[in-house]
């Protein structure tokens, strides 16, 4: 079943639940997109990006995603400000890639482990069934245990590991591949 453009879900926010709206993401949602992300750069493994994205990056990188297609950008919103956002992008850019995406999903800090980063991997995954998607893969750095949950629970299974294949904060980390089959 198709999704509406936006929705309104409730996570689990500790013993009160809050609603977020889920819904394509604008341009609009730049400066929070560029904040989220820009907190795992400097805190975590999870991205190998070591210097902040820029506005302009992020601009750019916006200009790829559409309403319909293979390329799809979704945000959790929270009050009018993004607490949240999944995508959809090109594994490789060979043309034989293109049924083939990279799927991905960050969250506020203050917001992780409440049930948006699902809501808005459901939200893509439902729109990629309806796309000329065949496979879904996710790199996750490990260790990485809730993201490797989350995959799992919706389908995603590993598939290979390349091991110690990244350089941040004075180690080597390793990148797990997990694939969804859509066709």
């Known amino acids: 079943m198709p999704w509406p453009r936006s929705i309104s ?18 341009h609009r949602d730049l400066p929070d997109i560029t904040r989220i992300y820009n907190h795992y750069v400097l805190t975590s493994h ?25 390329q799809r950008l979704y945000v959790a919103e929270d009050e ?16 034989a890639y293109a049924p083939s995406v990279e799927t991905t999903v960050y969250v506020s ?3 992780v482990g409440r049930g948006i980063g699902r809501i808005l991997y459901e939200k893509l995954l439902s729109a990629l069934e309806e796309e000329d998607v065949h496979r879904a893969y996710a790199g996750i750095a490990l260790p990485n245990p809730p993201s490797v949950a989350l995959h799992e629970a919706l389908g995603y299974r590993h598939v290979g590991t390349f091991s110690e294949a990244g350089r941040k904060f ?10 969804r089959r859509f066709q």
């Not at 879900?9 to 889920?22: Q, W």
């Not at 009018?80 to 060979?94: D, F």
């Not at 004075?170 to 591949?177: D, T």
């Open 109 to 111: 800090p203050e917001r």
């Open 170 to 179: 004075g180690r080597y980390w390793s990148i797990g591949w997990w694939e």
């Open 46 to 70: 999870v991205t190998f990006d070591v210097e902040p994205v820029s506005l302009g990056e992020r601009e750019l990188w916006f200009a790829g995603f559409g309403p319909r297609g293979r």
């Open 9 to 26: 879900r409730e996570p689990h926010l500790g013993h009160r639940l809050v609603p977020v709206v889920i819904r394509a993401g604008e």
């Open 80 to 95: 009018g400000r993004s607490v949240g956002y999944a995508t959809s992008t090109p594994i490789r850019p060979k043309p």
